[in-house]
């Protein structure tokens, strides 16, 4: 009988790892997906294409977030410097004809500043990551609707006696949009894809990602054992602001426009895909692939229902519990 | 006679680790019975499965003759069993009362009885000798006290099987007497007491019978009159060990550590500095004791040296002849100072990470040049450490969180001797830790000394204390109130110190020779 029970338990590791119960999420998805393929949409690659186009964005706000959420804390300001940045990149190339690459550095910079800016007001002043990252979201909001006036900055130029002109849409926004590998992928996937490569090199490869797995396991252990903790914090939520720079670009690309109200909600987003994939919000574990997992569970979960023509309403309902679904799979037990 | 209670073939694995096999275990009303074991042997497993908090065991389980099976703590607490846990288990935010309580507040028509409870927590803590404020938040109390809360929760159950697994790793002898105390009059009311223990005197002032636990396995049960000392270690780590503190003097070199006029301000609010203008040096290959009660400062005056309390600290500090501020933990670890701390749990791992990760935190520069990780270099290091520390795990990437106590004790000592520290503050370095592996601690203080670090030790256990210190300094509210050279001290004379009897003459004499 003893050895009855024992073998019982001798569950093999894979099986109860964390990537395997996020896959399982996905593979439920996925399989609902093909059972309700809406006429064979589905089993098409173009659908999927588009599914990792409509996802990108959100993706690559998921990569910051599960920096900052592996260090134990969150990032609401995502959604809000992806528009001030969006606003930032359509101002600069189309209004004033930067070159694109000082445009995507400037952009860049600010998106890091201010998720850098938040770090320094977390660790130096140990504000909590909810509050300090809530005020930037606010903040840059703000930024974003004062340098954009309130308006969509788009190739519509007001001229000085208050006409609109047309103008060209810069190269670099069709070269962000397009389709590559014989228009089987969009330069956005790319992009995210390279965006979750770095994150993955940063987090398992560099010092400083160990570091952020210890500050979010035991931040004070992690200070007695000499981790510079505020730089690092610095660091987790500067790459989160630089890859809602990023987040920014590209949606500014893709819809021809920097426009101050983009973006909303959108931190909720990347933070659900997080979890999905098993990062806890506790910190201190997680994983690039996880998220990679989470992302595309919920880029089929939104595909499959809109193929489906199933309604906004209800859409918004499966996804609620498909959240709460997939984080009881990660459970123990 | 009826037992209390019996245990009897038990299996236990954790996926495919199996920890417990076969093991059985009684207890009779009004006896103590030490479950003794070196680290990892099974001992806080074989009692949780008793607390209800691993329901997937196979075996049976007797109260009285009744079997039962506990699928949960609450089943367990309900069948009068009640356990102290031997990592603590308190929430910290929580005040005293409240954690005391926490569970089955009592109520009048689901108004929480604030004033009732409180009184109770207050009585229950003043039968163990204590008086402390029931409303401050737990986090804010020394460890020790932490324990001493703990212990008041656990009696406050009314229970008749009471399990204290090593609940004097973070007391002071006056504490740890007054537990005996308090055990001994449970002993009167009829009720059983298993107790977990790695201080063998401990052991024999308290013990009726022992049991005995190695890798899993029953090893044997007899009265503490029948196995001496020696049977005792023999039956633990199944092979003889010698002599109990191998402490060999090295030669001493220069004044490594100089420490003058430090002074650790008291948190903000309160004038009274916890370290008060201490000065004391430490040579080369030399093992200062510091001595003191709880709330003495001696860990403090460790930490204040280490940074941990930044700008809080005044006075000076020299390594090696060189003048060095005192700024925090990063710059003090370069510096060559390494601090281990008293407080695994919450101040010494992180403990979802792994073995390896944990190990190298202090060093990981030198993993790691140029910021990119060198994975396999980090791993020869670490279990190459770990190897002569004795740690037993199943891999090396299994979180820390997975090893019994002492093993985690050991992994944290790995951290520190990884930094190749100059100065080794050691606050209770073999808290937790089996006879077998002290030995090998004691032998790496050795070597370390020998090799020409500098160490401070505090250690609650006297034994300890004495034969490893090559001097003894004592210290009470702050500030240091006497000095012992090695073989000069005794118990008696260190405690007196340490409640705050000043040794006339005895003040500041190494400032002398
Ligand atoms: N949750 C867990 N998952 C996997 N292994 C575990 C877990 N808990 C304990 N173990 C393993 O079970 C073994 C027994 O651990 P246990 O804590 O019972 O030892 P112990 O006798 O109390 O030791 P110590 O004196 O160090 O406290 C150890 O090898 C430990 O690594
Ligand atoms: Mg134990």
């Not at chain 2, 002599?243 to 006029?261: E, I, T, W």
């Not at chain 2, 390494?338 to 791992?349: C, F, H, V």
């Not at chain 2, 005794?490 to 004499?509: D, F, P, V």
């Amino acid at each position: 009988m003893a050895d009855k029970l024992t073998q019982k338990n001798r569950m093999p590791e894979w099986i109860t790892s964390p990537t395997s119960r996020a896959l399982a999420a996905l593979i439920v998805v996925f399989v609902l997906g093909l059972l309700f393929h809406a006429e064979g949409a589905f089993y098409k690659w173009g659908t999927h294409r588009d599914m990792l186009r409509a996802v990108s964005v959100y993706g690559i706000l998921a990569c910051g977030m599960t920096l900052v959420i592996i260090t134990a804390g969150i990032d609401l300001s995502v959604g809000s410097v992806l528009a001030l940045t969006a606003v930032l990149f359509a101002l600069t190339t189309i209004h004033w004809q930067w070159p694109f690459w000082l445009a995507i550095l400037f952009c860049l910079a600010v998106g890091g500043v201010c998720g850098g800016f938040s770090g320094y007001l977390i660790g130096r002043f140990r504000i909590q990551p909810f509050i300090a990252t809530l005020a930037m979201m606010v903040f840059a909001r703000g930024v974003a609707k004062w340098v954009s006036g309130g308006q969509k900055i788009s190739t519509a130029v007001q001229q000085p006696d208050g006409t609109y002109q047309y103008v060209s849409v810069p190269d670099i926004f069709t070269l962000i949009n397009a389709k590559i590998f014989g228009g089987n992928l969009t330069v956005v996937t790319v992009i995210l894809l390279a965006c979750i490569l770095i994150s993955w090199i940063l987090l398992t490869r560099l010092r400083q990602g160990r570091y952020m797995l210890a500050i979010g396991g035991n931040e004070q252990a992690a200070v007695l054992s000499g981790v510079p903790v505020n730089p690092i914090k610095i660091l987790a939520y500067g790459m989160a602001g630089l890859f809602s720079a990023v987040a920014g670009i590209c949606q500014a690309s893709q819809e021809l426009q920097g426009d101050p109200e983009a973006g909303v909600a959108y931190e909720l987003s990347a933070i659900a895909m997080v979890v999905i994939g098993g990062t806890s919000l506790q910190g201190g574990r997680g994983s690039l692939w996880l998220t990679l997992i989470g992302i595309l569970t919920i880029g089929y979960l939104e595909k499959i229902l809109s193929i489906n023509a199933v309604g906004e309403d209800k859409r918004l309902m499966l996804t609620g519990v498909i959240i709460i679904a997939a984080v009881l799979l990660q459970k123990n037990k | 006679m009826t037992m209390l209670l019996t245990m009897k073939d038990i299996y236990k694995s954790f996926g495919p680790v199996r920890v417990l096999e076969d093991v059985r275990f009684d207890l009779r009303p009004s006896e103590v019975h030490i479950l003794a074991g070196e680290n990892g042997a099974g001992k806080s497993t074989l009692m949780k499965i008793l607390g209800g908090v691993y329901p997937d065991y196979s075996g049976t389980i007797e109260l009285g003759q009744k079997p039962v099976r506990f699928k949960s703590v609450q089943d367990s607490a309900g069948g009068g069993i009640s356990i102290i846990y031997q990592e603590l288990s308190l929430v910290g935010s929580l005040s005293v009362y409240e954690n005391i309580f926490l569970g089955r507040e009592r109520h009048r028509f689901s108004w929480i009885e604030r004033t009732g409870m409180k009184n109770e927590a207050r009585r229950l803590l003043a039968e163990l000798g204590l008086c402390m404020d029931v409303e401050t938040a737990v986090e804010d109390l020394p460890i020790g006290q932490q324990q001493m809360v703990e212990i008041a929760k656990a009696l406050s159950y009314q229970a008749h099987v009471i399990v204290m697994d090593e609940p004097t790793s973070a007391l002071t002898e006056p504490e740890v007497k007054k537990l005996f105390e308090i055990i001994a009059r449970l002993k009167q009311k009829g009720c059983g007491i298993v107790y977990i223990s790695h201080k063998m005197e401990e052991i024999y002032q308290i013990a009726d019978r022992i049991t005995v636990l190695r890798d899993g396995r029953y090893i044997g049960t007899e009265t503490a009159e029948n196995l001496p000392a020696d049977k005792l270690i023999h039956w633990m780590v199944g092979r003889q060990l010698n002599q109990q503190f191998p402490r060999h003097q090295s030669r001493l070199g220069d004044v490594r550590l100089d420490v003058s006029n430090l002074t650790v301000a008291g948190e903000a609010g309160n004038p009274i500095p916890l370290v008060d203008g201490v000065s004391l040096h430490v040579r080369a290959g030399e093992i200062v004791g510091l001595a003191g009660l709880q709330g003495s400062g001696n860990s403090q005056l460790l930490h204040g040296l280490f940074g941990t309390f930044g700008k809080r600290v005044s006075g000076s500090l020299k390594i090696d002849g060189r003048p060095v501020p005192i700024t925090h933990p990063a710059g003090s670890i370069q510096r060559g100072l390494a601090l281990l701390t008293n407080d695994r749990k919450s101040t010494g791992l992180v403990l979802g990470r792994d073995i390896v990760e944990n190990a190298s935190l202090a060093c990981l520069p030198k993993f790691s040049p140029a910021g990119w990780l060198r994975p396999k270099a980090e791993k020869r290091a670490v279990s190459q450490t770990l190897q002569q520390l004795r740690l037993k795990a199943e891999s090396l990437s299994q979180p820390v969180e997975s090893l019994s106590g002492g093993n985690q004790q050991k992994v944290v000592l790995a951290k520190w001797i990884q930094t190749d520290p100059r100065v080794l503050l050691l606050d209770e370095p073999t808290r937790g830790v089996d006879v077998g592996a002290k030995q090998e601690i004691y032998e790496l203080m050795n070597q370390w000394t020998q090799a020409g670090i500098a160490i401070i030790l505090i250690t609650s256990e006297m034994p300890e204390l004495l034969a490893m210190s090559d001097r003894i300094l004592v210290m009470h509210r702050g500030h240091i109130t006497a000095e012992f050279e090695s073989g000069q001290a005794t118990q008696e004379t260190i405690l007196s110190a340490a409640l705050g009897e000043t040794t006339k003459g005895m003040r500041n004499t190494w400032r002398t020779n």
